[in-house]
């Protein structure tokens, strides 16, 4: 998955996130199957429990049987044709999802060697927010962030400045 990079200032962004708006005595489903920012959580204290890569555009069964109080969703609802329906299917009351944000000078991200590492969506802030309210969701705390990369380029400068990341901490209305 991160063959030639490691993204360690979205997940030391992520991580810092996530324990401010969640306790560790709180259970986490996190959207996505084990991966190394689950390891990240588990050395912080959450008990956190993932999805099997099942299509969660068709099969949700695993979001609508779990105990868990708290839903993770880090860059996964731009893989989904719709997203709105994981959203709607979450029981809990507490969800902390992040994005990639549009950006304005990059299409949208396509892997050529694997079908499921491809950007469906790549969300405008607003168009997460709108998807959130009409899935249930009010907002609490928002935050984006910057990814760039160590390149030459005019790409590569805008990055510095442009935000790539968008994270919400979001309650059932």
């Given at each position: 998955?991160?063959?030639?990079?490691?993204?360690?200032?979205?997940?030391?962004?992520?991580?810092?996130?996530?324990?401010?708006?969640?306790?560790?005595?709180?259970?986490?489903?996190?959207?996505?199957?084990?991966?190394?920012?689950?390891?990240?959580?588990?050395?912080?204290?959450?008990?956190?429990?993932?999805?099997?890569?099942?299509?969660?555009d068709?099969?949700?069964?695993?979001?609508?049987?779990?105990?868990?109080?708290?839903?993770?969703?880090?860059?996964?609802?731009e893989?989904?044709?719709?997203?709105?329906?994981?959203?709607?299917?979450?029981?809990?009351?507490?969800?902390?999802?992040?994005?990639?944000?549009?950006?304005?000078?990059?299409?949208?991200?396509?892997?050529?060697?694997?079908m499921?590492?491809?950007?469906?969506?790549?969300?405008?802030?607003?168009?997460?927010?709108?998807?959130?309210?009409?899935?249930?969701?009010?907002?609490?705390?928002?935050?984006?962030?910057?990814?760039?990369?160590?390149?030459?380029?005019?790409?590569?400068?805008?990055?510095?400045?442009?935000?790539?990341?968008?994270?919400?901490?979001?309650?059932?209305?």
């Open positions: 998955m991160y063959e030639n990079s490691f993204p360690n200032k979205r997940f030391k962004h992520t991580i810092e996130f996530l324990k401010k708006h969640v306790s560790n005595s709180e259970t986490i489903l996190d959207l996505g199957v084990v991966n190394p920012f689950t390891k990240i959580m588990e050395e912080h204290g959450f008990s956190v429990e993932n999805t099997k890569g099942e299509d969660l068709e099969d949700t069964s695993t979001i609508t049987n779990t105990e868990a109080s708290v839903v993770t969703a880090f860059e996964i609802f893989h989904l044709l719709s997203p709105y329906t994981a959203l709607k299917a979450i029981k809990g009351d507490k969800l902390v999802a992040s994005v990639p944000l549009k950006l304005w000078f990059s299409s949208a991200y396509r892997s050529k060697t694997d499921l590492d491809r950007h469906y969506h790549e969300f405008e802030d607003w168009q997460f927010d709108w998807l959130l309210k009409k899935a249930g969701w009010k907002i609490i705390d928002r935050k984006k962030w910057t990814n760039p990369p160590k390149k030459i380029g005019i790409r590569p400068i805008l990055r510095r400045f442009t935000p790539r990341y968008y994270i919400v901490y979001a309650e059932r209305i």
